[in-house]
T-cell receptor, first 109, second 113 residues
Framework: GQNIDQPTEMTATEGAIVQINCTYQTSGFNGLFWYQQHAGEAPTFLSYNVLDGLEEKGRFSSFLSRSKGYSYLLLKELQMKDSASYLCAVLDSNYQLIWGAGTKLIIKP | GAGVSQSPRYKVTKRGQDVALRCDPISGHVSLYWYRQALGQGPEFLTYFNYEAQQDKSGLPNDRFSAERPEGSISTLTIQRTEQRDSAMYRC???????????FGPGTRLTVT
């Protein structure tokens, strides 16, 4: 079967750094997406990785290791507005997007 | 330009009734997706279209669910003979092409009483 694993919930402090991990076992791999979803709202696109390495975009960075079936999302200089769920999704060999359950990130002042 | 829109935003229906949920994607987007999302979970794939062609409907739970996109733009997800277990948030997303990032609509909250 296909599986995406993320921690259910994480807590971090405003101004700090947090790393949200995602491990996957899928039939094939054609890229990995991270989305942010605030409570009661639609998911919004954050990043896409298809090659190994780190992609940096402002305060957010995403890392991929295809050999380890592993990705992480790194959020720096945390702000209260970063409180949200972060969803990892993998494009499998059929180009179908397999979604994780999401990690709820709680930011404390 | 406008993002993805969905209507109605909220729908309450009685068990056994049919419902039609509408999605208006971003203009020019080739691919359109339907998902169902439970609280605290990621989106659950239902079906997707490239242009007007339904490419994959493997996620539709049973034959009471159907979808169409007749002119390659607006799409309708229809649920016949609704059951209480169909209550959920139904989300639509579109993308420029199948493998690019998806843009989600606000969703339709369906409640079957």
């Amino acid at each position: 079967g296909q599986n995406i694993d993320q921690p259910t919930e994480m807590t971090a402090t405003e101004g700090a750094i947090v790393q949200i991990n995602c491990t996957y076992q899928t039939s094939g791999f054609n890229g990995l997406f991270w989305y942010q979803q605030h409570a009661g709202e639609a998911p919004t696109f954050l990043s896409y990785n298809v090659l190994d390495g780190l992609e940096e975009k402002g305060r957010f960075s995403s890392f991929l290791s295809r050999s380890k079936g592993y990705s992480y999302l790194l959020l720096k200089e945390l702000q209260m507005k970063d409180s949200a769920s972060y969803l990892c999704a993998v494009l499998d060999s059929n180009y179908q997007l397999i979604w994780g359950a999401g990690t709820k990130l709680i930011i404390k002042p | 330009g406008a993002g993805v829109s969905q209507s109605p935003r909220y729908k309450v229906t009685k068990r056994g009734q049919d419902v039609a949920l509408r999605c208006d994607p971003i203009s020019g987007h080739v691919s359109l997706y339907w998902y169902r999302q439970a609280l605290g979970q990621g989106p659950e794939f239902l079906t997707y279209f490239n242009y007007e062609a339904q490419q994959d409907k493997s996620g539709l739970p049973n034959d009471r669910f159907s979808a169409e996109r007749p002119e390659g733009s607006i799409s309708t997800l229809t649920i016949q003979r609704t059951e209480q277990r169909d209550s959920a948030m139904y989300r639509c997303a579109s993308s420029l092409e199948h493998v690019s990032e998806q843009y989600f609509g606000p969703g339709t909250r369906l409640t079957v009483t």
